[in-house]
Nanobody, 120 residues
Framework: QVQLVESGGGLVQAGGSLRLSCAGS????????MSWYRQAPGKQRELVAR???????NYADSVKGRFTISRDNVKSTVYLQMNSLKPEDSSAYYC??????????????WGQGTQVTVSS
């Protein structure tokens, strides 16, 4: 059974930091691209950061220089270090695992989400 379990969300003041974690199980973590998305009420889910199985990363423009995504394949865990948080970063954050197999078959898994609230 595939599981993605996020943790680390909470309430923080503007300018503060949080580190989100997402622990995966039930799949071969190391071959999956891992991403963090966020979705605020009434808004579309947006990509925050991605780290591919190769280790390459990309970030949304709004978080570049403030957020860092990393992964530990031994622990099957992906992290999102969030610094210099702003009220507009307040959102539910979701972990995603994505893989396209050799025959083009796509596997896509989501965590249950963790809430981040940044007070001004």
């Amino acid at each position: 059974q595939v599981q993605l379990v996020e943790s680390g969300g909470g309430l923080v003041q503007a300018g503060g930091s949080l580190r989100l974690s997402c622990a995966g199980s039930g799949f071969i973590f190391s071959i999956y691209d891992m991403s963090w998305y966020r979705q605020a009420p009434g808004k579309q889910r947006e990509l925050v950061a991605r780290i591919r199985s190769s280790g390459s990363t990309n970030y949304a423009d709004s978080v570049k220089g403030r957020f860092t995504i990393s992964r530990d394949n031994v622990k099957s865990t992906v992290y999102l270090q969030m610094n210099s948080l702003k009220p507009e970063d307040s959102s539910a954050y979701y972990c995603n695992a994505h893989h396209i197999g050799e025959l083009g078959r796509t596997s896509d898994y989501w965590g249950q989400g963790t809430q981040v609230t940044v007070s001004s």
